[in-house]
């Protein structure tokens, strides 16, 4: 069974960096994603940054440029996102995913406060 570990948040002052990493254990043999999403107050969890087995990342517009998202695959693969520049609105839940062509698995979330 997959399982996510999730660590790395934290209150950081505007302009600081934050890394996240995701320890991901129990992953199935083929194509998989694992991606960083984060839900603010009132909002829609949305996706941040995806990263492919094979090493192919996307970002949303409002992170590129700012954070950084990589993996070292291994019998417990890690997959970090390196956060600079933090602005109040990065402020969130962050939640890191697992996906499959059988799984879909969700980590408990860490919290992102960025202070003005």
């Known amino acids: 069974q997959v399982q996510l570990v999730e660590s790395g948040g934290g209150l950081v002052q505007s302009g600081g960096s934050l890394r996240l990493s995701c320890a991901v254990s129990?992953?199935?043999?083929?194509?998989?994603?694992v991606g960083w999403f984060r839900q603010a107050p009132g909002k829609k969890r949305e996706s941040v940054a995806t990263i492919t087995d094979s090493g192919t990342a996307n970002y949303a517009d409002s992170v590129q440029d700012r954070f950084t998202i990589s993996r070292l695959n291994s019998e417990t693969t890690m997959v970090y996102l390196q956060m600079t520049s933090l602005k109040p609105e990065d402020t969130a839940v962050y939640y890191c995913?697992?996906?499959?062509?059988?799984?879909?698995?969700w980590g408990q979330g860490t919290q992102v406060t960025v202070s003005s």
């Open positions: 995913n697992y996906r499959s062509s059988v799984w879909n698995v």
């Open positions: 129990g992953m199935d043999f083929g194509v998989n994603i």
